[in-house]
């Protein structure tokens, strides 16, 4: 009776929970931009005010400071920690989400400003961070009012953990998380995190594995200054060609990695995992989709998840210091720096692959018989995570959909990254439940990132659903 008046006043109260995204949306929190590190801070006191609103106790962490590629020390955006009940015969669901997001510019392609939450005729809620992750941030804030306002204590314990460096590296997170988990965190039973999405676009899932990632940064400097190619073309190493010369020889057009030994430490498929993929709800018309074209390198359903999944991928992401406006510019640059990471997959370790790139590229830098500088370091790095889809959490979340959306859950890995679930399993001992909101074609961290208005009122179901769903289960 509770789950039905709960999710009554969801479908009554959608326009309420669309302004509050818009509000949130409006917030440019790009951790990522200098220029944008107040808006991040904005964002963060955005959600302790929507929080003590709603009777949560709120409490925060300073992770210190950052240094931003030796450019300058930034302030770290506070890890926001809030609870709502604390009743000792009630299990403790501890819930993840950053209100941190990624660059956007109306420049870079965006059909509307990215920073104002536009509904179209399709009923999608376009903006950035609607998606990842301020959607299901919210969801779980409006999954609060609706108890709250309906005079309905929660089934649980709900704690909060939300921090705002998500899009960069989560800096300063994990020592907090390891800190407080004898403390803030010590009576968690379980951990759940709603930022990834749905396989396709038409059928819900829960994710149970994760890549991790390790991104570098590859830089060639040669001369003082920029100079002119007229004057000095030809009578020069160039740091560009230099750093060309090298990124090329990373990766073929068909994604195999040229790093000798990379796929040494990835594990073998096994038939139990083979059978798996007959029966998830996905075809190449999800890819095209997603994707706006028909690029792939791979033509069945299973080997494109297999290689989404659980084999690495590099890609190469730009290069700094380089000119790339509109127009011609005859400049050769004294510095550049290009960047890639690499997707790693059990049982790869982090600093093995670290090892493994320095080596190979410092062989290569040294066989161009080049007069200019090299170096190559590791960024940040994150490990993979692999759980399983029968434990309790997993069970209560299926329940749950089948709730909701009337359908048995696909039992999914996804290929992006979320490092800080690791760190709680690792630090909490206790098993994380990745429960997305989003569907697959939600376009985060690309132009026109949406949520679709459905996802979004029936995520938030699901969420509070959920949490009615683990408070009967045995963790």
């Known amino acids: 009776m509770a789950t039905q008046q709960f999710m009554d006043y969801v479908e009554e109260h959608q326009r309420d929970f669309i302004e509050r995204l818009r509000k949130a949306v409006a917030i440019p929190s790009v951790s990522a931009d200098p220029n944008h590190r107040p808006d991040v801070f904005r964002m963060g006191e955005f959600l302790i005010n929507e929080l003590k609103e709603l009777g949560a106790s709120v409490e925060t962490r300073n992770p210190g400071t950052q240094d931003f590629h030796g450019q300058m020390t930034l302030d770290l955006p506070p890890v926001v920690l809030a609870t709502v009940g604390n009743d000792p015969a009630k ?5 993840y989400g950053h209100y941190d997001v990624q660059p956007a510019l109306l420049e870079d392609g965006w059909a509307t400003d990215p920073f104002k939450l536009v509904e179209d005729d399709k009923d999608r809620l376009v903006g950035r961070g609607s998606s990842d992750d301020k959607g299901p941030v919210l969801g779980w804030i409006n999954v609060v009012e609706a108890h709250k306002k309906l005079g309905l204590e929660l089934p649980v314990n709900l704690k909060f953990c939300l921090e705002g460096m998500e899009e960069s590296g989560s800096e300063g997170l994990e020592p907090i998380i390891e800190d407080e988990a004898d403390k803030y965190f010590k009576d968690v039973d379980a951990v759940c995190i709603s930022d990834n999405y749905w396989l396709g676009t038409t059928k819900p899932c829960l994710t149970y594995g994760l890549r991790g990632v390790s991104y570098f940064h590859l830089t060639v400097k040669g001369p003082a200054a ?4 007229g004057v000095f073309g030809g009578t020069i190493h160039e740091p560009m060609t230099d750093l060309f010369a090298l990124m090329s020889k990373l990766v073929q057009p068909d994604g195999k990695i040229l790093v000798p030994g990379i796929y040494d430490q990835v594990r073998p498929v096994t038939e139990e995992e083979e059978a798996t993929y007959k029966t998830l709800d996905f075809a190449m018309s999800d890819l095209h989709g997603a994707v706006g074209n028909e690029t792939n390198i791979h033509d069945d359903v299973k080997s494109v998840l297999q290689h989404r999944w659980r084999f690495p991928s590099l890609s190469l992401h730009g290069v700094e210091g380089a000119f790339y406006n509109a127009g011609d510019k005859t400049v050769v640059p004294a510095k550049v720096v290009g960047k890639f990471s690499i997707r790693t997959v059990p049982d790869m370790e982090p600093k093995k692959i670290t090892e493994l790139v320095v080596k190979y590229v410092t062989d290569e830098f ?28 997993y069970v209560a979340a299926s329940k749950a959909v089948e709730t909701v959306y009337k359908v048995k859950p696909d039992m999914t890995r996804e290929g992006g990254s979320i490092p800080v679930t690791l760190c709680f399993q690792d630090a909490l001992k206790k098993n994380v439940l990745l429960l997305p909101m989003g569907r697959g074609d939600d376009g985060a961290h690309s132009i026109n990132e949406k949520l679709d208005r459905s996802n979004y009122i029936e995520g938030t179901k ?12 045995d963790l």
């Open 462 to 473: 699901l969420l509070g659903v959920y949490l009615h769903e683990v408070a009967n289960v």
């Open 366 to 393: 040294n066989k161009l018989g080049s007069k200019n500088e090299m170096k190559i370091v590791c960024s940040h790095d994150g490990n993979h995570w692999l759980s399983s889809p029968n434990h309790p959490n």
């Open 91 to 95: 299990k403790t669901i501890l819930v």
């Open 226 to 229: 920029d100079l002119h190619s």
